[in-house]
């Protein structure tokens, strides 16, 4: 590999003699609502030695999860499996059922969603208030929309697919979201099929500018490198989508959790790598992620100097 002049807007040329050139994303690591939560929960964990869970994990990256728990703050996903002193609510929150099961266990109520998730939830009451026929785009299962679910019932329909959507009968007025976390583009095309379906139609963007910001600067990066390395917990909706894009553009496209998981020969013939990361990935990961990449761009130069010396 060879280095090459590649200039992207805030790119970051490293040091140390690589012949890989990396380029960063501008956006990197934790997002606002997530570090928001880990800081909760870990003066949580200080504040209450008796004990402090959450429901599943805080967050998706299992490596901050484990350090999380090493503080004192375990995971549970049952609710006679709950106790301890204190609660912390995730950053997309929690069903009724289990913050209720949690009070009446007397543990103290931490509420860590993040208020980008509150505020989208106003908006989808509001629209509903309004009359509208709300259609909120999001993943099944996930505990946003899960949540959302909860509270307005038949008032709100979860569609995930332009099939989906398109399956739906539409009458009134029709009301859509978004997820926070979701994919720009799918957003953009359900909208598009449903705006030729109906008279009246409200639209409220209430996708995460956090996570937009990422996925449109993963359109312009996959333009400029010859491979992708996108760094996040392999159960972490946004930081898969990252990765889509790349493959969307069927450019050599790795998601890894972890430095480890790096391996030399995928980077055989390549001149650059774009680094990205999900909203839930922490700045020490991403930073083991790039000093082995710059390990294995500098094993690949040395065989070369060798042979010119
Ligand atoms: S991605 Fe956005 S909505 Fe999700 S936790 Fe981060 S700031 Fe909040």
Not at 82 to 103: I, K, M, P, Q, T
């Amino acid at each position: 590999m060879a280095p090459r002049g590649l200039c992207y807007p805030q790119a970051r040329k490293l040091a140390g003699g690589s012949l890989v050139e990396i380029i960063m994303a501008r956006h990197q690591g934790f997002c606002g609502g997530v570090r928001r939560a880990v800081e909760m929960a870990e003066a949580a964990a200080r504040a209450h030695p008796g004990g402090v869970q959450t429901w599943g994990p805080l967050i998706h990256n299992p490596q901050v999860v484990g350090r999380l728990e090493d503080a004192g703050v375990a995971v549970t996903e049952a609710l006679d499996g709950l106790r301890g002193e204190a609660f912390v609510v995730s950053a997309y929150g929690v069903e009724h059922a289990v913050l209720d099961a949690a009070a009446a266990r007397g543990m103290k109520v931490i509420d860590a969603t993040c208020p980008v998730v509150t505020r989208s939830h106003s908006l989808a009451h509001k629209l509903v208030e309004e009359g509208y026929q709300l259609i909120a785009v999001g993943d099944h299962g996930h505990p946003e929309m899960v949540t959302l679910k909860e509270a307005l019932g038949d008032r709100v329909t979860v569609v995930h697919t332009r099939e989906e959507a398109a399956a739906l009968k539409l009458r009134g007025k029709i009301g859509v979201i978004s997820q926070t976390t979701q994919s720009l583009q799918n957003f953009r095309e359900i909208v598009g099929d449903i705006a030729l379906r109906v008279k009246e139609l409200k639209v409220v963007n209430t996708l995460c500018p956090a996570i937009t910001v990422r996925q449109e600067e993963a359109d312009v990066l996959v333009e400029r490198v010859d491979a992708l390395v996108v760094v996040g917990g392999h159960g972490s909706s946004n930081t898969t989508r990252l990765a889509e894009i790349g493959r969307a553009h069927a450019l050599p496209t790795f998601h890894v959790e972890v430095a480890a998981e790096l391996r030399p020969e995928w980077f055989a013939g390549v001149r650059s790598v774009g680094v990205m990361s999900g909203a839930s990935t922490p700045n020490w990961i991403i930073a083991e992620v790039v000093g082995r990449l710059e390990e294995i761009g500098a094993a690949m130069e040395a065989p070369a100097a060798s042979r010119t010396s």
